[in-house]
Structures are given as structure tokens and as C-alpha cells.
């Protein structure tokens, strides 16, 4: 059973960085589209970026210009840099895997997911 491992996540302060990682499948990573979705308390889970086999990169527009996904085709692993880190990032932060298509479904809102990771969470104190 294919597994998605997240790690990375933890506190910082407002203006901060963070790199989230995920170690996935080979070729999850080189053949498909993967992606970072976040889900804030109360609030349903969101796609903020994603990364397509031809590393065509989307991204939401509360994290654009903040936020670059990434990918490590010889370790298998997904990140995901945050920069400029601000409270209201504050989420649990989920890897996504497609698992078949090379495109993005839905570019940053990875309306076709396979595959999840168990979560990291991420808090951002002012």
C-alpha cells in the first residue's frame, strides 16, 4: 500500500519559515501530479499548491508568492517552502497524491486525490 509520510510541520512566529516534506512513492513523484492541502479548525480541507510531472506548479492566492512546492526526483520526496509565514496559515497541512494522471486535475485544488498523508500541523503565533 502506497503511503505518503509527511514531516516538517511544528510553531514559529509570524514572518517565519517553515519546509514541510513528504516522502512518497517514486513514481507518485516523478509521474504524477501531487500536491499541499491545509485545513484550518472549522474550516473544510483547501488545495494550496501543486506540482504536475512536467513540474507545472499552481497555487492558491493566499499562499502565492509565499509558498514554492518543490520536488526531489532522486529521494522521492515532495516540500513545501513557507515563507512570510502568517497567522492565518495556521492548518493541518496534508500531502496529496493523483497517482495516475501527470496532469493536475484542477491545478492547486487537486480535484482528483488517491492518496493522502496522515497530516503535519503548522501554527503561526503573531
Request: hydrophobic residues 30%; aromatic residues 8%; contains cysteine.
Amino acid at each position: 500500500q502506497v503511503q505518503l509520510a509527511e514531516s516538517g510541520g511544528g510553531s514559529v512566529q509570524a514572518g517565519g519559515s517553515l519546509t514541510l516534506s513528504c516522502v512518497a512513492d517514486g513514481y507518485y513523484v516523478k509521474s504524477t501530479c501531487m500536491g499541499w492541502f491545509r485545513q484550518a479548525l472549522g474550516t473544510k480541507r483547501e488545495g494550496i499548491a501543486s506540482t504536475d510531472s512536467n513540474d507545472r506548479t499552481s497555487y492558491a492566492d493566499p499562499v502565492k508568492g509565499r509558498f514554492t512546492i518543490s520536488k526531489d526526483r532522486t529521494k522521492n520526496i515532495l516540500y513545501l517552502q513557507m515563507n512570510d509565514l502568517k497567522p492565518e496559515d495556521t492548518a493541518m497541512y496534508y500531502c496529496a497524491a493523483d497517482g495516475v494522471r501527470p496532469y493536475c486535475v484542477g491545478d492547486h485544488t487537486l480535484q482528483k486525490v488517491n492518496q493522502w498523508g496522515q497530516g503535519t500541523q503548522v501554527t503561526v503565533s503573531s
